[in-house]
């Protein structure tokens, strides 16, 4: 892994962190900021698409559409998942599920393809959990009622659709650039179905437009992550991508101002620092890794 390849895989680190921020700080309900999401990456899309003229095969098409499609799954679930528990604690949870559904992914599909870096890959993933574990520690004397039935279970959907979402395209070699603009056709086809099946209403309105600007912001991580995946691998790179629980738990509290108490800001410090430890076992399994080209 050189510097360049480093650097464009830590983009989303930011972009996808504050993605529930400033989601929460803008409001909507869950299907309304996952549209705004999906209309603001399809402006984007548009415009990749008119730069770098990639060549679209009705077969990349479809597994595009169905990719932005399972996103859409992931996105709602992810927003619904925040409204039971709140961004500090429903996103170390969510971006650790798909940390954990991605790598499994990317073993299966021949990465971490040497003893050592399997022993450096699933120690990081151990270290992982450990670590949201700690970050997503809820104190038993804040009064807020949390439900987390609801938030467990709608995460765990959450993070099925995210790592289909990025484990097609890894299974079909479709890059990022030719994939994109299918993509976002899929998000809002799959957010437009969800809303009216499972909420009985339509999401375009106010709230989804101005979520757009999310989208742009997602639009470019995505667009990062899917370039990284296709040097490093789909478990390295994605792993370093939900580093973004750090920015999205901070930003919960200093930004959406979400409390948390003196011991729940030991545990989160600790558990910051043991996920930072793992997303580095991790970057050691990518070296040991002949299975990454």
Same mark, same amino acid.
């Given at each position: 892994?050189?510097?360049?390849?480093? +650097?464009?895989?830590?983009?989303?680190?930011?972009?996808?962190? #504050?993605?529930?921020?400033?989601?929460? =700080?803008?409001?909507? /309900?869950?299907?309304?900021?996952? &549209?705004?999401?999906?209309?603001?990456?399809? $402006?984007?899309?548009?415009?990749?698409?008119?730069?770098?003229?990639?060549?679209?095969?009705?077969?990349?098409? +479809?597994?595009?559409? +169905?990719?932005? &499609? =399972?996103?859409?799954?992931?996105?709602?679930?992810?927003? &619904?998942?925040? %409204? @039971?528990?709140?961004?500090? *604690?429903?996103?170390?949870?969510?971006?650790?599920?798909?940390?954990?559904?991605?790598?499994? $992914?990317?073993?299966?599909?021949?990465?971490?393809?040497?003893?050592?870096? /399997?022993? =450096?890959?699933?120690?990081?993933?151990?270290?992982?959990?450990?670590?949201?574990?700690?970050?997503? @520690?809820?104190?038993?004397?804040?009064? *807020? /009622? #949390? %439900?987390?039935? /609801?938030?467990?279970?709608?995460?765990? $959907?959450?993070?099925?659709?995210?790592?289909?979402?990025?484990?097609?395209?890894? @299974? &079909?070699?479709?890059?990022?650039?030719?994939?994109?603009?299918?993509?976002?056709?899929? %998000?809002?086809?799959?957010?437009?179905?969800?809303?009216?099946? =499972?909420?009985?209403?339509?999401?375009?309105?106010?709230?989804? +437009?101005?979520?757009?600007?999310?989208?742009?912001?997602?639009?470019?991580?995505?667009?990062?992550?899917?370039?990284? %995946?296709?040097?490093?691998?789909?478990? $390295?790179? @994605?792993?370093?991508?939900?580093?973004?629980?750090?920015?999205?738990?901070?930003?919960?509290?200093?930004?959406?101002?979400? *409390?948390?108490? *003196?011991?729940?800001?030991?545990?989160?410090?600790?558990?910051?620092?043991?996920? #930072?430890?793992?997303?580095?076992?991790?970057?050691?399994?990518?070296?040991?890794?002949?299975?990454?080209?």
């Amino acid at each position: 892994m050189n510097i360049s390849d480093l +650097l464009i895989a830590c983009i989303p680190i930011l972009s996808f962190g #504050l993605i529930p921020v400033v989601a929460t =700080f803008l409001g909507g /309900k869950p299907v309304e900021q996952s &549209m705004g999401i999906g209309l603001g990456s399809l $402006v984007f899309a548009i415009v990749v698409f008119l730069v770098k003229r990639p060549d679209l095969t009705p077969h990349i098409f +479809l597994i595009g559409l +169905l990719s932005g &499609m =399972f996103w859409a799954i992931g996105s709602v679930g992810q927003f &619904m998942g925040i %409204q @039971y528990l709140g961004v500090a *604690k429903s996103m170390p949870i969510s971006n650790g599920g798909q940390i954990i559904g991605t790598s499994l $992914v990317g073993v299966l599909l021949g990465e971490w393809a040497t003893s050592s870096s /399997k022993i =450096f890959g699933f120690s990081a993933l151990l270290l992982i959990i450990i670590g949201i574990i700690f970050t997503s @520690y809820k104190d038993s004397k804040d009064g *807020k /009622k #949390l %439900q987390w039935g /609801k938030g467990l279970l709608i995460n765990l $959907v959450s993070v099925i659709g995210f790592t289909l979402y990025v484990g097609i395209l890894k @299974y &079909m070699k479709i890059d990022g650039w030719t994939s994109i603009l299918p993509q976002s056709f899929g %998000q809002i086809a799959g957010i437009f179905l969800i809303s009216l099946i =499972f909420f009985k209403s339509q999401p375009f309105n106010k709230p989804s +437009l101005k979520n757009g600007v999310v989208g742009v912001i997602w639009a470019v991580g995505n667009i990062a992550l899917l370039l990284s %995946q296709a040097k490093i691998g789909l478990a $390295v790179a @994605y792993s370093v991508s939900q580093a973004a629980v750090i920015i999205s738990v901070l930003g919960g509290v200093f930004i959406n101002k979400e *409390k948390k108490s *003196k011991k729940e800001w030991v545990f989160t410090i600790i558990g910051m620092l043991v996920i #930072l430890v793992g997303l580095y076992l991790i970057y050691l399994s990518s070296i040991h890794d002949t299975g990454n080209h």
